[in-house]
């Protein structure tokens, strides 16, 4: 039978689930744009439904990252029955080989749109070493509408899977429901706000709210997983199931969490299921019955959440981290779902989170859990991204760069990626580690082993398995900062050993920790110590080792061969050899250092920056353990390597795809023995032989000095538009909604005025609202109490008419605000009573999370709370108003399904379409941002057309900056958004801080000719008004890329482009 195209799936799916949208059990106002409920007929939006492309695999760009495919996945043997994840104390096998599974927190939601730049951030966590990748599902997102599956646009996980299939990388699938993630309501729809469960547990009405979503995501990952030749290795359920209130007390449910399980099991989920307790509580461990998961794992934040954090607080190395293990599930391997942390509104910006979790931190705090025999690690996270369109919590602001080891606009300089690709590649070498288990006394009981150190200061952990043995050695207050001298008894095959040989000490320099070996087997010699840390090796047609360690350390290995007086060549380094032994001797230095033992072995003794030059690409099946590859030395990115064939038989050359931000110099190691030729990036190039058999070619880099960006304040026409035309007096909302609940689900916040004036209730659920309350005056004096709700950080303006009232313009600490004020004296006419309207906005920051089980805080009201029109004694209220509101147009059946139902707020220009690319401008270009901005509090609105030409060659990153006012007072409290062609990409509020620059991915951005649509909305909540100091784009160094450039597979939906927006109001 002809596959049916996805969209056609899509069409009969909504069709099918047409009637139980009709039965639902909450009520809401109706609306004019609504679904028509009538059995037999379908949904219709108002816009057709994009149509999808096929994914394009066999791409004739000469730029592609499609380079893996089904294909690479590992293949079960010939005969192999039974499920092809497995798992025992010691690791996951798959099809019964052992495996490290290396992964790194990846949020496709975070970067929009561009399934080139998603493939572009995979082959990065690739080139790192990792082998996984774990991954949150947005519940939010794909049921945005009780009953409605939308997997549209940039959102389209079936893709994203796809793509990391092609990419060589495992999935660890976290659907939730609840993910957290710093998400707005932590993943969980703000529809959920009008239903009355307890949730995150067995209530029924819960799981009949959750069951939808959990059955098509779990179908989704079983369509995609291992056993069915995908990338799904493992399936979380839940997330962070830890944390009750003190008040509940029916934590931990254990049937919601046996009520998952089966879902996923009845989905055809096989897989080892897996969660991640908050710390190591032992919920939901095997063994307990009822609510059991197959793997158990918890997350490990040392730092706590917090980077403001100055420097290491104490204690933050546990050293009880297996004993803990074994006493809650000692029958599965080791496992650390994530941690890590994040910024948040008014504190450091991510450049702190960078300096606190670097590369120094990464080889510390990492290796302390290698020492506890952790088998799957998650890095949370290796790629951050953006909390675009009103995607965060009210926690957090635009950027969600995390201090990650990549950055938020795709660059891999911090030294943090070099560091775990240097442990990444150690295991992938290192299959030994997979069945070695720590000693759980620590220090002690290590038979034959001895570390003596100054005063006692280092410690050292022994794993010893059934192919070498493993010690981690570190300062036992690991936030000391001076050297340490220390000496070894090292027990070995041959025997043992006191180290070092040849000289008095060695040295662990401060904040380091170090990983070592003995009876290290690679290739067909065993490394009978080394007191130099392990890169790699491999011995595809000879053996090659790279070891490393900090300039000026001593160090020493040994190891085993069967030549009694093999010949020895050497830079830099001592070489003894006899009776089947040879011993290195040096010191490190910043100059590279080598030795040839027998023109068969060749070691690279490094130090730490150079090995941060080193790349292992894999040749053949990605996941492998032992897959054949090449090692490079230098060169910014090393995506993958592949060889020519001729007639399918004899190898003929090497192709390899990498990136260059400078003119480079490329040494390949172990290269294919028949290879004869060498193309980089499609094109072929020359390429030299050194004495150690290994290619050397030199990558030119050119780019032209001057990067053609206008100046945005100067060069580019601003058109302006009042965004807040509610304050006339001819403005007609007769199209709001009218506020007619009297009651609602929201337990956090039970209604206090004659009718709920609550966002969710109504089906808005993200950005500002807008409230206008008509009142007739029966007095001539009056007080207005108001209280609002939005979330930390947010903000609110109140007109009477057009007549200013009151602003809160937002603390970093305060997600509510009340105030009592006087009403301007107000006209009465007895026989013909005056018409007043008040006009409120609230900025919704995004829903809470809900980490606590028990509390509902996700259902915390974003609105208006209370209100009053009080006597001028404020003793009694003498007036009633009736209320309409809005948000974003359409609410849930919002217009725009290509950026999804959180990117639009219920600003008059959002609910316009202005924001979107052909949205048609104002032509009024007598109010600039910049110089003019408002005089008075309101919402203005600017958008400009803006066009780039960019070598398509470079991957440029992109970013506008807004310049920090010399004087708070030109600011005065405002916030502005920013958007790119239709996308929200930007958050700024000046005295919150501390974000001022905001990137924009390419292919959000078209920086190929294409117009781009750029638009601004600044709210002024103060008198005097507000301005913007300055708006620049900056850029950042270009890098000569092989990733799939702008316009080659640009996007796998229609663009959505403004349409007129009928009806909107």
């Known amino acids: 039978m002809a596959k049916l195209p996805s969209i056609i799936v899509m069409l009969l799916a909504l069709s099918l689930i047409a009637p139980a949208l009709a039965s639902m059990q909450y009520v809401m106002p109706n609306y004019t744009w609504q679904i028509n409920h009538t059995h037999g007929s379908g949904p219709s939006w108002g816009l057709p439904l994009p149509k999808l492309p096929a994914l394009n695999t066999t791409s004739s760009s000469p730029f592609s990252y499609w380079s893996y495919d089904k294909d690479r996945l590992k293949s079960p043997p010939e005969g192999w029955e039974g499920p092809a994840v497995t798992y025992d104390s010691y690791s996951l096998s798959i099809y019964g080989e052992r495996i490290m599974l290396y992964s790194g927190e990846f949020h496709y939601f975070r970067l929009p749109r561009s399934t080139e730049l998603w493939g572009d951030v995979l082959t990065k966590i690739r080139a790192l070493g990792f082998n996984a990748i774990s991954i949150y599902v947005p519940w939010m997102m794909l049921e945005p509408r009780r009953g409605v599956w939308d997997e549209v646009g940039w959102y389209d996980l079936d893709t994203f899977l796809g793509i990391a299939q092609m990419n060589g990388l495992y999935v660890i699938a976290r659907p939730g429901p609840y993910i957290n993630a710093e998400v707005s309501g932590g993943g969980l729809p703000g529809w959920l706000q009008r239903t009355t469960p307890v949730l995150r547990t067995a209530d029924l009405e819960f799981l009949q709210a959750a069951e939808n979503y959990i059955v098509r995501v779990a179908e989704l990952m ?91 607080p104490a ?58 025999g952790v088998k799957i690690l998650n890095i949370y996270m290796i790629f951050g991204g953006t909390n675009w369109g009103n995607l965060g919590h009210p926690y957090v602001y635009t950027s969600y760069d995390y201090g990650a080891a990549i950055a938020e606009d795709r660059t891999v300089g911090r030294p943090k990626y070099s560091e775990l690709k240097l442990q990444a590649n150690f295991f992938k070498v290192s299959p ?60 070995t095959a041959p025997g043992t050993f006191s180290l070092p040989a040849l000289s008095t000490n060695f040295v662990l320099s401060g904040r380091d920790s170090k990983l070592l070996v003995t009876d290290y087997p690679f290739g067909p010699y065993v490394l009978t110590y080394s007191s130099a840390e392990i890169l790699t090796w491999n011995s595809y047609n000879k053996t090659t080792l790279v070891v490393y360690g900090n300039v000026g350390e001593y160090h020493e290995l040994r190891f085993t061969h069967n030549w009694d007086n093999p010949s020895l060549e050497s830079s830099g380094v001592n070489l003894f050899a006899g009776n089947g032994t040879t011993v290195a001797q040096w010191t490190t230095t910043s100059d590279r250092q080598w030795a040839v033992i027998n023109d068969e072995v060749y070691i690279y003794f490094e130090d730490r920056v150079s090995a941060y030059q080193y790349w292992t690409v894999d040749l053949t099946p990605a996941f492998s353990e032992r897959a054949s590859s090449i090692i490079v030395y230098g060169g910014y990115l090393i995506r993958t390597a592949s060889e020519t064939w001729l007639e399918g038989l004899i ?89 007619v609940l009297t009651t609602n689900n929201t337990d956090t916040a039970f209604v206090l005025t004659p009718t709920s004036l609550y966002g ?54 305060d997600n509510a605000n009340q105030s009592l004020y006087f009403l301007p004296n107000l006209e009465v006419k007895y026989d013909n009573l005056v018409n007043y309207t008040i006009t409120v906005l609230v900025d919704n920051m995004g829903l809470e999370e809900n980490l606590q089980v028990g509390r509902n805080l996700m259902k915390s009201p974003r609105g208006i709370m209370n209100y009053g029109i009080y006597d001028d004694e404020a003793k009694a209220i003498v007036m009633d108003v009736d209320w309409k509101l809005t948000g974003n147009w359409k609410g849930e059946y919002y217009a725009d399904r290509v950026r999804g139902p959180l990117n639009e707020g219920g600003l008059f220009a959002e609910r316009k379409g202005y924001h979107l690319p052909g949205a048609p401008l104002s032509g009024d270009t007598s109010r600039s941002p910049f110089k003019d901005g408002l005089d008075k509090p309101g919402v203005g609105f600017w958008s400009a057309k803006l066009t780039l030409n960019l070598d398509g060659l470079y991957d440029m990153p992109l970013s506008f900056e807004f310049q920090e006012p010399e004087d708070a007072s ?96």
Not at 246 to 264: C, H, I, R, T
Not at 354 to 363: E, G, I, N, P
């Open 222 to 312: 079983a369509k995609w997983q291992v056993d069915n030749g995908g990338p799904v290795i493992l399936y979380q359920v839940e997330n962070e199931y830890s944390i009750p209130t003190e008040s509940y007390q029916g934590f931990p449910d254990n049937g919601y969490m046996q009520w998952l399980v089966e879902k996923a099991e009845n989905a055809s989920v096989t897989v080892p299921i897996i969660n991640n307790d908050a710390w190591p509580a032992g919920n939901s461990r095997p063994g307990i019955g009822v609510g059991e998961v197959d793997i158990y794992g918890h997350d490990l934040y040392p730092f706590g959440l917090d980077c403001s954090v100055k420097d290491w």
């Open 432 to 491: 030994g580690y997979l069945t070695a288990m720590p000693n759980a006394n620590f220090t002690d009981g290590i038979v034959g082993f001895e570390l003596n150190s100054t005063d006692n200061q280092l410690v050292v952990t022994q794993m010893t398995g059934n192919s070498g043995t493993f010690y981690v050695i570190r300062h036992r207050d690991y936030r000391q900062t001076d050297d340490v001298a220390f000496t070894l008894k090292l027990p």
């Open 760 to 813: 969710s209730d109504y089906g808005f659920h993200t950005g500002v609202l807008v409230f206008r309350g008509h009142f007739r005056a029966t007095r001539h004096k009056a007080l207005l109490n108001m209280y609002t709700q939005g979330g930390v950080g947010y903000a609110s303006s109140i007109w009477l008419n057009d007549t200013f009232l009151y602003s809160w313009a937002g603390r970093a600490g």
């Open 315 to 372: 204690n933050a190395t546990y050293t009880d981290l297996w004993t803990k293990h074994l006493n809650i599930s000692a029958g599965t391997p080791y496992t650390i779902p994530e941690g890590g942390a994040y910024d948040s509104w008014g504190s450091v910006g991510y450049d702190q989170c960078v300096k606190l979790f670097d590369d120094v931190q990464a080889r510390v705090l990492l290796k302390n859990n290698y020492a506890a």
């Open 651 to 739: 190898t003929t050359g090497l192709l390899i795809t990498g990136d260059f931000n400078q003119t480079t110099t490329l040494e390949i190691m172990n290269v294919p023995l028949l290879a004869r030729t060498l193309t980089v990036n499609n094109k072929p190039v020359n390429f030299t032989v050194n004495n150690h058999g290994n290619w050397v070619v030199t990558i030119d880099y050119e780019y032209a000095n001057s990067i053609p960006i206008p100046d945005l304040v100067t060069e580019v026409e601003w058109n302006y538009r009042d965004s807040l035309p509610e304050l006339q007096s001819n403005y007609d909302d007769s199209g709001w909604l009218s506020a």
């Open 970 to 1065: 030109v600011t005065n409290g405002c916030r502005v958004w920013l958007w790119v062609n239709g996308y929200q990409f930007g958050r700024y509020i000046p005295h919150l801080g501390p974000q001022r620059e905001f990137h924009v991915p390419d292919g959000i951005i078209y920086t190929n000719g294409t117009e781009n649509h750029i638009a601004l909305a600044m709210w002024a909540p103060n008198e005097g008004g507000a301005k913007i100091p300055w708006l620049s784009l900056k850029t950042g160094h270009p890098v000569r890329s092989s990733r799939l450039p702008p316009g080659i597979v640009r996007s796998y939906v229609a663009e959505s482009y403004y349409d007129g927006r009928e009806g909107a109001y």
